[in-house]
């Protein structure tokens, strides 16, 4: 075969240094209302004014994840500073289900009446009554400074006004006179602040999943909607043979105790720990880590062939470096595949030290849902990490909970099983298929496997618990029935991910 030829039908893959295989809408005037803080005359609390501003971003459409470090680098803000900063933006935007019905009330107005930059410096305010150890004084002077700075001089008085309301009553106050008269599920949700949809989804989820009884689902349910809104640790990962957990327990984390390849780090900036920066270690849930070491551990019929692993939805690249080290650790090699040629290129800066290292990945553009009719019979294990909706990283994306809807799930639920039934064609009789998403709703789960499995008899579900296994070897519990798995915040301290391990018939 001529070395330009790719025989991975119009997939094109190459690896990241650019060598094929040989063989094988924007609201401008909204944004013209957010001011950058240098912008700003510095009266009010740097920390303070980088949440509202990052808070504004959010509204136009970012991601806090991604923003927040980079105001906070702009503006030179660090150690307690950044926390306080941290905390600020992201209790406002994981809360506001709660804070705007309490606004609401102390504003005597609706909150899509009240102008957008004053909504955000008001449930700032609240944050710091309801959410954090800040004094009500403090907090009443301080978001006023803030409000005067960054909402102007009127404003400023309907922020005083509103904040004095709300520091006369405690939170459990407001919460009970909120939810008197609501049913269950919508009183869970102004408790909580979760969307009335997801509340829903998330005690059918328990109840699906076997984690919770009928008896108990309730009091699992609020624990659930509680570590979503609490503050996650930061989760490492040591990808293998690049970086060790030794050498990231050396610069301040501590040691895992459910993934072995993986460390917390109590606080301060990722980073600032060099194989952070050197790609060798990466910020990953412990529970992605989980899914990759499962997949790459499971048994294989014919020990000695080289394998070929395909990640089918590779982006921003997170598994595909884990999978990558591990398959070269099994003398495997692993495709990358992603939709678009963006998300491509993030997956390719994600693999730099893997690639650095002379591990051989093959990184290709192409629509996943093709890719079955062009390679089909081909790969020894896949990974379909499928779009989802995100329920379960609730607590690391406190956007999501606003913007998702319940009329998402069906379009993403077809999407998932066209990929699946395209993963399942690509592998070769006796390969492995994994599918894993970061929601529990059981309409991108389970009924997703049930679906295509049910069109097919080439292939049946394996027990992937006994691969989910601790930095002890032990088997981790509270994984659900079975024969899936379900990872859930409250049980195991990770996003709630999903994981389903098929097989395809010989």
Known sequence: MPEDQDNRGNRGFRNARGRQRPEVRRDTDRRRSVARPSDRRRGSDPARRVAWHVCR??????????????????????????????????????????????????????AHRIDAPILDTLRL??????????????????????????????????????????????????????????????????????????????????????????????DDLQALLEADNAAPHVSLVARPGLCTVDELVGVGASRSVLSPVGAVLPSGDPGAIRAVRETRAAVQDEGSQLVALALAGASMPGGDRHEEWLDLCAGPGGKAALLATLAARQD?????????????????????AVLDAGIEVMVGSGDGRDLGGEEPDTYDRVLVDAPCTGLGALRRRPEARWRRTAGDVPTLATLQRDLL???????????????????????????????????RAD???EDARPLFRDTAGRQVTDLGAGPTVQLWPHLHGTDAMFFALLRKQT
């Open 459 to 461: 292939v049946i579900r």
């Open 125 to 218: 305010g609240a944050h710091q009554l309801f959410g954090m150890r800040v004094p009500a004084h403090a907090a009443a002077s301080e978001t006023v400074g803030l409000a005067r700075d960054v909402n102007g001089a009127g404003a400023a008085g309907l922020v005083n006004a509103v904040l004095r309301r709300l520091s006369e009553r405690t939170r459990e106050e407001w919460t009970e006179q909120l939810t008197a008269g609501l049913n269950p599920i919508e009183a869970l949700a102004i408790r909580h602040s979760h969307p009335a949809w997801i509340v829903r989804a998330l005690r059918g989820a328990l109840l699906a999943a076997g984690t919770a009884t009928r008896e108990s689902v309730e």
């Open 57 to 110: 971003r959010v509204d136009e459409g970012a991601y806090a994840n991604l923003e927040l470090p980079k105001v906070l680098k702009a503006e030179g803000i660090q150690g307690r500073d950044a926390a306080f900063a941290t905390e600020l933006t992201y209790g406002a935007i994981r809360m506001r289900g709660l804070y705007d019905p309490m606004i609401e009330l102390a504003a005597g107005r609706p």
């Open 421 to 455: 039934t395209s993963a399942i064609d690509t592998a070769r009789p006796g390969g492995l298929i994994g599918y894993a998403t970061c929601s529990p709703h059981v309409a991108e789960t389970t009924q997703v496997v049930d679906e295509v499995l049910g069109r």
């Open 332 to 352: 495997a090699v692993l495709f990358a595949n992603e939709v678009s040629n963006h998300r491509t290129q993030l997956v390719r800066k994600t693999l730099a």
